[in-house]
């Protein structure tokens, strides 16, 4: 199965989702609480640093989410952002334009499902009332070749799951994926693939025209994660510049 979390070099951050629409309110500040207690000690013992993105489920009101927000700040939660995921349809972007903002102004990072489910007009709206910085799916993007090119240009990154995409039917077969296409069209790409695949992912880049390519290590030493660039796509990141990495399971490696 894919891993769901972005994989960086050794010491470095890794950004998770982390659900935050329990009820009441407090259990997932508590939770948080526990949470910040756990990466203290994983930093102070390992050296390893954690950093926590707080996902809101659309299906749940806009509302909530801007107290649920408020609660997170009035606790100091560790968290680097805030995402957005569950269902897509009839819970547009627009519904949590309000606690967007909100993070904006408290300097936090912005993502946001988009695009699996809702269409290419999902993910441009995402982008233009949510001011998101990457987008989770967004593989209906392919219908729009200006938001294709926007996205590529731009060096948004893009998190697929592919099997995902599979069991919620937003394609019928691994075969039908629009992966490849996104392939084509460039930007930043960062294929998250198995330990003794590091030189065969290398060679994919190279053959698909991407530059700068390099594969990062994982905490244990290992190659894990291979990066490429097309177009004038932005820089290779830094070990915790983890917002600018985009993911894909080992399985869209082969």
Known sequence: PFQTFSCGSPASSRSHSLPMNSRPYGGSVTTAST????IAAAERDHG???????????????????????ALEEAGAPIIGIGLDSAEVG?????????YARAG???????AHAGEEGGAASVTEALDLLHIERVD???????DPALMDRLARAGTPLTMCPLSNVRLRCVDT???HPLPAFLEAGGLLALEHGCDQGAACRNLLLDLGYDNVETRKDLEGRERVTFGTRFSG??????TDILSICWFGALCVL
């Open 35 to 38: 949470l910040a207690s756990g």
């Open 48 to 70: 390893t640093t954690v950093e926590l993105i707080a996902c809101f489920h659309r299906d749940r009101s806009g509302e909530e989410a801007l107290a649920m927000l408020a």
């Open 91 to 99: 819970n547009p972007p627009a519904k949590f334009q309000r606690v």
């Open 105 to 111: 102004e408290l300097g936090l990072h912005r993502v």
């Open 137 to 143: 799916h967004g593989i209906q993007a392919i219908d």
């Open 174 to 176: 691994l075969a039908d």
């Open 234 to 239: 932005p820089r290779i990141p830094k070990q």
